[in-house]
């Protein structure tokens, strides 16, 4: 009911813009991700001109799909449908077998999500497969079933622990089972048997998905411990992502941290509620600390490092430009770390996180997540390079911890004047009413060069929205509609995130 009642607000926002009946409806209190009004409301304003359909702002039940090539003794056990348990059973075998490890996750990634780039493709008339393709068809390829213990609708924490150790756990639980006992991952397992290690997101490094393979918390929140965990253990080789905020002791700034004090975020505070430095602690065992992407670049086999290159997460790929150019991109963090681990005799485990495509999709940003599903797409043709050179004893596995948004690309019923005709070739006339979208059209949401997020941010009036909504995107809004996703993103007490 509450679905329907939320497509019946779009149409009618998007068909009459002259009514104000929006102005006391909040998504955001009933079924929507916190602070997601703007982006209701702009789909609204373009529900006309696109078939994008998302059911919610949140996670979803919806299986996830898997692909995986390397020794079919491995593959085999993965394809089908299965547990998302069956990925780390696989994963402990595997390297006990001292095979080696890629494994890449699409943080949030549903059957709709993966399919983007491949339908762009066909759209552009592009005969290469994408590299979800290629390691489908090559190897072997199936679905999980992504639901925690007791539930059925995961979280990144539960869902983490589930591939990471193949123990289901509560919902933001963190590499522990229901009763709060630490339970081994895979990780463990490669460090057990003297293989490098790596852990790579463009998340934080403390989030859920990769603290999953070394941590163990009862509440995903706790990120200034679950740092403190990671740097007394410091077992993992190379980890690189964002989270820096962590990371220093409370009431700092990283420009009176010696390592970080040339960073571009040096103004940036501590998140910590206490005096502990996990990044000394990192220092004192030997690591590297790296804040660029020209530092990551010279950085060399023989060292362990800890990248930390946001407060936070890293930027989204659609807004990646000259601005953020030192911070590498989750694809140059990926080739990186495999180059650092990947001549180890006794063999590695790398787990990259693509984490954006779940970022993007709770704020129902088309095209915001298909460039990060053709980043994930990139890590995945530089991990598949690494796995051709020693097919025999490399297994490279992606798949999804969850799917987020129910997206869909859906038909849509025209007026008589909108309708297709067609004389066949037998003399009858051809006609439908049901507009089944174009490739043409499909190719909107490759002309969006910036996500709605920093389109919102960057826009200090209702016309300078609406005009960076034609400027960035293939879609037009109204003056009216500008200004209730204006009023929505920087007006309204509960939306602080777009606060100025």
């Known amino acids: 009911m509450l679905i329907f009642m939320v497509n019946f607000y779009c149409i009618a926002y998007a068909q009459d813009n002259k009514s104000d009946s929006l102005a006391m409806y909040h998504p955001e209190s009933s079924i929507w991700y916190p602070h997601s009004t703007p982006f209701y409301l702009f789909k609204g304003a373009v529900y006309s001109q696109s078939q994008v359909v998302w059911a919610t702002s949140f996670h979803t039940a919806t299986p996830v799909p898997l692909g995986c090539v390397g020794p079919e003794k491995y593959t085999r056990m993965l394809k089908s449908v299965n547990p998302n348990t069956r990925v780390a059973e696989v994963m402990k075998e ?28 066909l759209a552009k008339g592009d005969t290469l497969p ?18 925690p213990a007791g539930g059925l609708v995961t979280g990144s924490a539960a869902a983490g622990t589930a591939l990471a150790t193949g123990t289901k756990t509560r919902m933001d639980m963190v590499g522990v089972d229901t009763l709060g006992n630490p339970v081994k991952s895979a990780l463990d397992v490669a460090v057990s048997l003297g293989m490098k290690t790596a852990l790579v997101t463009d998340a934080a490094i403390t989030d859920a998905t990769p603290a999953a393979f070394y941590a163990h918390v009862i509440q995903r929140n706790l990120q200034p411990e679950i740092a403190r965990q990671l740097a007394e253990e410091n077992f993992i080789d190379v980890l690189l992502g964002g989270g820096a905020s962590n990371f220093i002791p409370q ?32 220092k004192s065992h030997g690591y590297r600390l790296i804040h660029n992407e020209m530092q990551l670049q ?201 606060k100025k």
């Not at 595997?94 to 339908?119: E, Q, R, T, W």
């Not at 681990?341 to 298909?370: L, Q, S």
Request: negative net charge; glycine residues 6%.
């Open 130 to 147: 994408t590299m979800f393709e290629k390691i489908m068809h090559e190897g072997d390829c199936g679905y999980l079933l992504t639901n």
């Open 298 to 498: 010279s950085v060399n086999n023989a060292e362990k490092v800890l990248g930390l290159f946001s407060p936070g997460g890293l930027p989204a790929p659609i807004d990646r430009n000259e601005s953020n150019k030192e911070i590498p991109t989750v694809a140059q963090m990926s080739k990186k770390a495999l180059e650092l681990i990947g001549d180890n005799p006794k063999g590695f485990f790398i787990m990259t996180e693509c984490a954006r495509i779940d970022w993007e999709a709770h704020a129902n940003d088309i095209g915001a997540v298909y460039k990060a599903v053709e980043e994930m797409n990139e890590v995945l043709k530089n991990a598949y390079r690494v796995y051709a050179k020693n097919p025999q004893k490399t297994l490279l596995i992606f798949c999804a911890d969850h799917e987020t948004g129910g997206l869909g690309i859906a038909y849509r019923k025209v007026d008589d004047n909108e309708k297709e005709t067609f004389r066949c070739a037998n003399g009858q006339m051809w006609e439908t009413k049901t507009k089944a979208l174009s490739f043409y059209e499909f190719k909107k949401l490759a002309a969006q060069d910036a996500s709605l997020a920093s389109i919102f941010k960057k826009s200090g009036s209702a016309e300078e929205l609406q005009q960076n909504i034609e400027k960035h995107t293939a879609y037009t809004v109204s003056l009216y509609q500008a200004q209730k996703i204006f009023e929505a993103a920087y007006q309204s007490p509960d939306m602080p995130k777009y």
């Open 94 to 121: 595997a390297l006990s077998d001292k095979v080696n490890v890629i494994l890449v996750i699409g943080d949030g990634m549903g059957p709709g999500h993966f399919s983007l780039p491949v339908y762009m493709r």
């Open 251 to 282: 009431n700092t700034t990283f420009g009176h941290c010696k390592d970080f004090e040339d960073c571009g975020f040096a103004n940036d505070s501590s998140s910590r509620k206490d005096d502990i430095n996990p990044i000394d602690t990192f």
